[in-house]
């Protein structure tokens, strides 16, 4: 017979979110994860398969989470500037989801970039794909510019927010405005 679990499966995936966000997948041990989502690992393996499985479930728990502020990037009517916005935002959502520092997705796409992982490598390339093509009809609202001059700022801008990420990680609030302000003065 089996047993009902003791435990919702939602608030201990939130739990190891914030435990991959904090460490990294290599740096997370099924151990730390027993110890954050207060289940043991039978009941880890039971319930995700093991650790990689918990952590793709806390991707996707990520990514409802940021859903708003990538659903106010792509519905925005104001080109250039709702890109501005979606940089502001990205800084202001990890701290609302739990003073964490950085972006998850990009932690990860930078954690798994050399890896053969192909499921999460697959997962952040359409990631990092979908945000540039956001990017690229956001720039063709300024019919000024011609398709080569948009591609290469769409790429400056994927490379921008890997920084931003990054920097948002160790920098101060002016820092990451000034970051951002000099980012878009050019664009």
Known sequence: MARNKQYNEQEVIEKAMSLFWRNGYQNTSVRMLEKEMGINQFSIYASFGNKHGVFLESLK???????????KLQNGTDGVNDIKA?????????????????CLLTNTYNEFADTEDQIISGQ????????????????????????????????????????????????????????????????
Request: proline share 1%.
């Open 61 to 71: 728990c990520y990514k409802t989470k940021i859903y708003s502020i990538f659903e």
């Open 86 to 102: 979606f940089f502001y935002d990205s800084v202001r959502m990890p701290s609302e989801l739990g003073d964490h520092k950085g």
């Open 124 to 187: 952040m390339n359409e990631f990092m794909n979908n945000l540039k093509t956001i990017f690229i009809t956001k720039l063709r609202a300024d019919n000024a510019k011609d398709e080569v001059s948009i591609e290469k700022q769409a790429n400056y801008l994927l490379l921008a927010k890997h920084g931003l990420a990054a920097a948002s990680r160790l920098n101060n609030t002016k820092e990451i405005e000034d970051y951002i302000e000099l980012t878009f003065r050019k664009i």
